[in-house]
């Protein structure tokens, strides 16, 4: 079943990165699963995260909700399998398109993101932080 994207996403998405830019990682509210998924529920009426947003309190509940949902994957193959859901296949990172979702290897394990075009923007410690597109390691095509 495939879901597109909310009409004026462009503007949306200047705005979800707008209002995002200042607020930093926090497991609970805003880790990089629920950034981006946030951003596509923001784009599509549909969160990826929804089922997992309650239990995940810390560090360690992260890393259990990751392992039940991909044993021997990650975070990536996690990913993969739930936006297969809506046929939202992964693409090559030079291929990722503004809105589309990215991940790269960050100083504490994969993280994901959202690519603005060449950059792509990720939950840092104190707000948001910009790889090169380019540089990311995976990337999947949202809607």
Do not use: H, K
Request: some cysteine; charged content about 15%; glycine content about 10%.
């Amino acid at each position: 079943m495939s879901v597109g994207r909310c009409e004026q996403w462009p503007t949306v998405l200047d705005a979800f990165v707008a209002e995002r830019s200042a607020a930093g990682f926090d497991w609970v509210r805003n880790n990089c699963a629920f950034f981006a998924s946030d951003w596509v529920a923001r784009l599509t009426g549909i969160d990826p995260a929804a089922g997992y947003r309650d239990g995940v309190t810390s560090a360690l509940s992260a890393a259990r909700a990751l392992a039940a949902l991909a044993p021997a994957g990650g975070l990536a193959e996690a990913l993969t399998a739930a936006l297969a859901r809506w046929d939202w296949p992964e693409c090559p990172p030079a291929f990722a398109r503004r809105g589309d979702l990215v991940s790269c290897e960050s100083g504490t394990g994969p993280a994901l993101g959202i690519c603005l075009g060449a950059r792509s923007a990720f939950v840092g410690p104190a707000g948001l932080v910009y790889i090169q597109t380019l540089n990311a390691r995976r990337a999947w095509r949202i809607a």
